[in-house]
Nanobody
Framework: QVQLVESGGGLVQAGASLRLSCAAS????????MGWFRQAPGKERELVAR????????YYADSVKGRFTITRDNAKNTLYLQMNSLKPEDTAVYYC???????????????WGQGTQVTVSS
């Protein structure tokens, strides 16, 4: 089991950058594929980015390709999401998840953080 705590959210203007961090507890962080999801008001939670255990494979939603970068530091048990050129439509609660896999055609995670709010003003 792994516990996840996100940080780094906030209120920024369009075009700005933010870096989210997700600190994981326990010795098993490196055994999980990790991901960032987000959920905007009135919308379903969606996968933003996913990174494999070794960081060899990365997936990005089309809406964030070229602007967001997911990385991980297995030595520090930490997952990151660098978000550049933020847009108002990026406004959402961002969740860190462990054990992110495609199940029945949908991305899901086994363990979740509590979420961090990102608000982008125009």
């Amino acid at each position: 089991q792994v516990q996840l705590v996100e940080s780094g959210g906030g209120l920024v203007q369009a075009g700005a950058s933010l870096r989210l961090s997700c600190a994981a507890s326990g010795p098993t962080f490196s055994t999980y594929a990790m991901g960032w999801f987000r959920q905007a008001p009135g919308k379903e939670r969606e996968l933003v980015a996913r990174i494999s255990r070794s960081a060899f494979n990365r997936y990005y939603a089309d809406s964030v390709k070229g602007r967001f970068t997911i990385t991980r530091d297995n030595a520090k048990n930490t997952l990151y999401l660098q978000m550049n050129s933020l847009k108002p439509e990026d406004t959402a609660v961002y969740y860190c998840a462990a054990g992110v896999e495609l199940v029945a055609g949908r991305w899901s995670g086994d363990y979740w953080g509590q979420g961090t709010q990102v608000t982008v003003s125009s």
